[in-house]
């Protein structure tokens, strides 16, 4: 079976593993050529369960990725006492990587056929017979012709991502605390490093003194000896409204986007990659090789998935920014009955997982 994905992005590299152990002939095709990330910031946090499907599938991940126990989430308004604990008994909630170590790591497979064409077309890929094609790439020409059709919410706000370096701690509890401006997450990514992700409500960049004004105003952890810059990128939420066409499936951040206080976008893509590994299990033991069947079943199954999940990271969102102008009178009684509620806050732990 010969697969091609378009784009060069994380993503597409991971895919290409999980591929590749199956014996699919694999070429990564993009308009850019491969570049190697060294300077950003980005972190990914992924979930216990999409770690483990990782390792099971991807040589040396078990060396990267620092555990965290405990997710505590607070209002601004009561910093000392949170609102809500997750944590999963015996195992950790989530790892966290950093972005340009999980990509380095998957780029090493000696394998990957790496493929430049600047702008190309359909027809320039039809010509490679390839079974099915998997685009993951925001601007190309297939892009913009068939997958235009999606619902979209722009926040018209910007997470900024930094790193902080800072005095040696235990550090494997993550706390994120929802302030009158927006989610501000603290993820520990060593016992002397943490990944900051603020999302301002408003389209106004922020420079990292600024940033660490606003961390030294909820910061009662950490003694920082510096901070990074910081990158910032528009926030949005996204889900396409017909993931094929043909043979080409739609993949990645082309299917979704979602706001990053849950820390989910990118454990949305592990979890269609592991359905996608699953689809093409079953068609190669049946003999089916035809990309269009493959591509339809994998929308029919993760479709409504991707879009009440998405929609809900957007309700929780919503829900807090009118918290904030309630001054947390809402949440604080709900979180009470949750916390108080065993059955409750079990499946509420499942969910964040």
Known sequence: MNICLLGNNLTNLVLANILLKKKINVDIISQSKPSILTNTVRTIAISNENYKFLKQNIKGISNFGWPTEKIKIYSAKNKSS????????????????????????????????????????????????????????????????????????????????????????????????????GPLAFLPLSNNQTSIVFSNNSTKSIDKLSLLQIINKYNHHYKIKKISEVESVGIKFLVLREYFFKNILSFGDLIHKVHPLAGQGFNMTIRDIKSLSNILDENI?????????????????????????????????????????????????????????????????????
């Open 82 to 181: 949170e609102l809500f604990e997750f944590k999963n008994k015996n195992q950790s909630n989530f790892f966290l990587l950093k972005y340009s170590v999980l990509y380095n790591l998957m780029k090493r497979n000696k394998s990957f056929k790496f493929i430049y064409l600047k702008n190309y077309n359909l027809n320039d890929i039809k010509k490679r017979d390839y079974n099915l094609i998997i685009n993951s790439e925001q601007n190309n020409s297939i892009t913009k012709k068939y997958f235009q059709k999606k619902i979209e919410k722009n926040y018209k706000s910007l997470a900024h991502t930094a790193i902080i370096d800072h005095k040696r701690i235990e550090n494997k509890i993550a706390v994120q605390i929802f302030t009158k401006n």
């Open 285 to 353: 033991k049946l003999g089916i090789d035809d990309g269009e069947i493959i591509a339809e079943k994998f929308q029919k199954i993760n479709k409504h998935i991707n879009f009440m999940y998405g929609f809900g990271i957007d309700t929780i969102n919503s829900f807090f920014k009118f918290d904030s102008k309630l001054q947390n009178n809402l949440s604080r009684p709900i979180f009470k009955i949750l916390k108080g509620n065993k059955f409750l806050n079990k499946y509420a732990t499942f969910l964040s997982n």
